[in-house]
């Protein structure tokens, strides 16, 4: 028997997930009266719990804090079969979401990313512009404190991020010494990391553990930003709520969520219009799992696009090894510099669209594994600690963000077997590597191992694609970049698309989806800035033409 929450009444809106997009939502939701409930899988953290000011940080984000829920297996996570993807899946299940252990590389997409099939003949056109997308992302880089530089010439013109950008440090003088040479671009990248002190946040403190809980609470974590302002309007958040189903009526409108707390019971939490922010593979299992007389293919997917056209950012890396002291433990990591020299199609290459180049850190005395295959005398024992005092310090990488074609054979199902520990059948990725990804990886890395020998490398070690399908592949793992984007595409076509460009279903008119999942490409930036500026477009639509809703009686 499902029980309705003792105390509940229907709420006007029911949220999903409370990472960026969810947050998002719920905030401007609130401040403009709206009733709102948000059910959240994970806890609240307690960002006294981050290891990065402790001299074990580097042991603990192996468990605790690694990207993949896999590895690290919290009660709030949900098991994710890769057995048959080429990219682990990189998540986090908390209040505030991945964005509690993202790199805060935020990022707007290019103009030409809204509009690849006009340009290149490959993908589908977003239903929108850059141009109709820009006032958002002026709106979101100004409520969460982006720092950067403004007046990058690879960028369209704009008002650029709010606060100073963080200092780019001796590696990025480095990296940006081998680009000057070669007379590529490159510039002081953005980061969702205050510069110096913005709305009781403090300043970056420059450990370069960004990527594993800020210490500081210098980074945008939507906890931080979004949630104190979206209670202290009334939202009411449910946190450990696992989601089993959205509930439809006969009319075929939502009308709530089934979900089980913490202590194993069923609940049931009615609302009007239901919104889903469950990222790229959460989405399409929750909307899949809600399989009905109505819609017995899995909940808004007449199309049979739910879970199709999965896009993971393939990423790929060059690390070069300097004589030069770099202090290159240090963050933010955070991009220092980034670089779009290679960003826009050139068909000569062999393959369409590119990618963006940015720096990272090094890491701490633990920060890059002995190269695989070497002789066990050459990686390990005294050998180890000749190779680490050699690179501590004095090494970056060159991560290369590839754009990724969205391909219908690339997707999100639900594992026949597998299930999570409340018995809700998990999701399956099911991902290869197209040729496209593979000619554009080989360019960028020979591109990039050249900028490293530029700059003066001793030596260099190129670390393409992954292709180890090992869900235990710990070090593979950390530095893959998981973004999960396209499973519920959106346009105008409802035999096209999943969800119309407002984020609303074709098929269920008081369902609407604000994440990733509904990306039509995935450019070659870090998504969550993109993810963010689509909900608060999305959100302040559905404001606005909230009298004309079709909602659940």
């Given at each position: ?71 690290r ?13 080429d ?55 100004a ?7 403004g ?15 963080l ?13 000057n ?24 403190a ?77 989405t ?160 960028h890395l ?21 292709t180890d ?38 098929d ?36 606005a ?9």
């Amino acid at each position: 028997m499902v029980s309705v929450n003792k105390g509940s009444k229907v709420a006007e809106v029911l949220i999903v997930g409370a990472g960026p997009s969810g947050l998002v939502a719920a905030k401007h939701l609130t401040q403009s009266g709206f009733d709102v409930v948000c059910l959240e899988q994970g806890e609240r953290v307690d960002h006294g719990s981050y290891w990065g000011d402790k001299p074990e940080f580097e042991l603990m984000i192996q468990k605790r804090w690694h990207p993949n829920p896999n590895v690290r297996d919290l009660e709030s996570d949900y098991p994710v079969n890769t057995s048959e993807s080429d990219v682990p899946i990189l998540m986090y299940n908390a209040v505030g979401g991945t964005s509690i252990v993202y790199g805060a590389h935020w990022q707007r997409f290019m103009p030409s990313d809204f509009r690849v099939q006009t340009l290149d003949g490959v993908a589908d056109d977003w239903p929108f512009t850059y141009e109709d997308l820009a006032p958002y992302y002026d709106e979101m880089e100004a409520e969460i404190g982006v720092s950067g530089l403004g007046g990058d010439p690879a960028l369209p013109a704009g008002k650029g991020p709010p606060l100073p950008a963080l200092p780019i440090g001796r590696m990025g003088r480095k990296a940006a010494e081998g680009m000057n040479k070669l007379g590529w671009h490159w510039w002081p990248a953005p980061n969702s990391i205050a510069s110096r002190s913005f709305e009781g946040r403090n300043p970056c403190a420059l450990r370069g553990t960004c990527r594993n809980g800020c210490v500081e609470g210098a980074k945008a974590t939507f906890d931080v930003t979004h949630l104190p302002a979206a209670l202290k309007h009334g939202l009411r958040l449910v946190a450990g709520a696992r989601v089993r189903e959205i509930l439809v009526n006969d009319q075929g409108l939502a009308t709530g969520a089934v979900y089980i707390d913490r202590n194993g019971r069923e609940r049931r939490q009615l609302a009007r219009a239901v919104i889903v922010c469950c990222n790229g593979v959460g989405t399409p299992r929750l909307l899949l799992n809600s399989k009905s007389s109505l819609f017995p293919d899995g909940l808004a997917n007449s199309s049979g696009l739910v879970g199709r056209n999965l896009m993971l950012h393939p990423y790929s890396t060059v690390v070069g090894h300097f004589d030069d002291w770099l202090e290159s433990w240090l963050g933010p990591a955070g991009q220092p510099i980034q670089s779009m020299q290679f960003y826009e199609t050139d068909t000569s290459r062999g393959f369409v669209r590119g990618a963006k180049w940015h720096v990272l850190p090094g890491g701490g005395p633990l920060g890059g594994p002995p190269a695989p295959g070497r002789p066990f005398d050459e990686a390990w024992g005294p050998a180890f600690h000749q190779n680490r005092d050699r690179i501590f310090g004095r090494s970056f990488e060159w991560g290369i963000m590839a754009e990724d074609l969205p391909e219908e054979a690339n997707r999100v199902v639900l594992d026949p077997e597998l299930a999570d520990s409340d018995g809700i059948p998990a999701a399956k990725i099911i991902y290869d590597y197209s040729e496209n990804t593979k000619r554009l990886s080989e360019f960028h890395l020979a591109r990039a191992k050249e900028a490293m020998e530029a700059a003066g490398a001793t030596s260099v070690t190129v670390r393409g694609l992954m292709t180890d399908r090992s869900e235990h592949n710990t070090g593979a793992s950390l530095r893959a970049t998981g973004h999960l984007m396209g499973t519920c595409k959106m346009g105008n076509d409802p035999r096209t698309s999943v969800v119309n460009q407002w984020g609303r279903s074709h098929d269920v008119p008081n369902l609407f989806v604000y994440d990733g999942s509904v990306f039509v490409t995935s450019a070659g930036f870090n998504p969550t800035g993109t993810i963010c500026a689509v909900a608060l477009r999305s959100v302040k639509h559905l404001i606005a033409d909230r009298r004309n809703m079709k909602v659940a009686a």
